[in-house]
């Protein structure tokens, strides 16, 4: 009888989820929320929605493969923010998810630690990956409201490996900004890293997961090691442009539409870089876009039927 309790109200927050709609076909059923995850910790496509408000969010979607500072991006940035209280007018007061930040926070400054077990460096797969953050600009008298999803590099690799794997993700075709990292130190072995994200590519692209009207940035992170070392930083200059041509191809872009950004995350505070497109991130959208494309980035992707 519990048993029979249980799985029918799993039926219904299912369906409240899906906005009503039990029978939407999509190839995709939403994660219920497991009420033993630790309180404020980090979301998932499907639970997202229940923390959304008033203000319509914006998406941040992080492309990346292990290893390429992600997380370490999203804990410099928490921390950047924490410090530095208000971006370009914008108070940050609040978040859904600040054990998510803290988890990745923790994960940068423990990377030095010789006596760190290498399982505790990143996130893994079995993370959840979606965190909010909120601002109010006192000025303008309006909210506005991030949501970051920072997928563990395990699970683009996994795209690669398993393309039916791809119509589980939710969120990419939702995003107003694309992020994807390219690890400088590594660009040495760019003819297969090339290989890997074609690949990923050509399964975002069958399965219709790239977003067409959203923000592209091409971040190479970790751009302090290479100005350290020099023959890095000589193959790092050799290559750039490559990369640079390759990413735009595959997206459909020409140069003057994708962005592109050399950080250093790890050590942020002193990065001049990563504090200007922290607050690139932050400032308010002036960009003007009609009716029909604001209609289309609205956040409901679990409510939203899939065409």
């Not at 804990?75 to 600040?98: A, R």
């Not at 393309?163 to 939702?174: C, G, H, M, V, W």
Request: proline residues 2%; hydrophobic residues 35%; charged residues 30%.
């Amino acid at each position: 009888m519990a048993n029979d309790i249980q799985k029918e109200e799993g039926k219904e927050l299912t369906k409240i989820l899906v906005d009503g709609d039990a029978n939407i076909d999509n190839g995709y059923t939403p994660k219920i929320p497991d009420t033993s995850q630790f309180y404020c910790d980090a979301m998932n496509d499907g639970n997202i929605n229940m923390v959304l408000n008033d203000v319509k969010p914006e998406l941040i979607v992080l492309m990346a493969f292990a290893d390429y500072g992600k997380s370490t991006f999203v804990g410099s940035l928490y921390h950047y923010l924490l410090n530095k209280g208000t971006i370009e007018g914008y108070d940050l007061y609040d978040s859904d998810t600040f054990a998510g930040f803290e988890r990745r926070f923790y994960l940068r400054n423990i990377k030095n630690d010789p006596n760190a077990k290498s399982r505790t460096l990143r996130t893994d797969e079995n993370d959840e990956y979606m965190m909010t953050l909120t601002f109010y600009n006192k000025t303008l008298k309006e909210k506005k409201q991030l949501i970051i999803s920072d997928r563990p590099g395990e699970t683009y690799r996994k795209y690669v490996d398993t393309k039916a794997k791809i119509n589980e993700d939710q969120s990419l075709p939702r995003a107003q900004r694309v992020i994807i990292m390219v690890d400088t130190a590594q660009v040495n072995n760019w003819d297969v890293l090339r290989g890997r994200f074609k690949q990923l590519f050509n399964g975002l692209k069958e399965y219709h997961k790239m977003p067409t009207d959203a923000t592209y940035t091409l971040l190479f992170n970790k751009i302090d090691l290479v100005r350290n070392n020099e023959s890095m930083q000589k193959a790092y200059n050799a290559t750039k442009q490559e990369i640079f041509d390759f990413f735009c191809e595959e997206i459909g872009l020409v140069a003057a539409d994708l962005d592109c950004r050399e950080i250093d995350s790890k050590h942020a505070l002193q990065d001049d870089a990563f504090k200007t497109f922290v607050k690139d991130l932050v400032r308010k959208d002036d960009s003007s876009k009609s009716e029909e494309q604001k209609l289309k980035k609205m956040l409901d992707w679990v409510g939203e039927k899939i065409k």
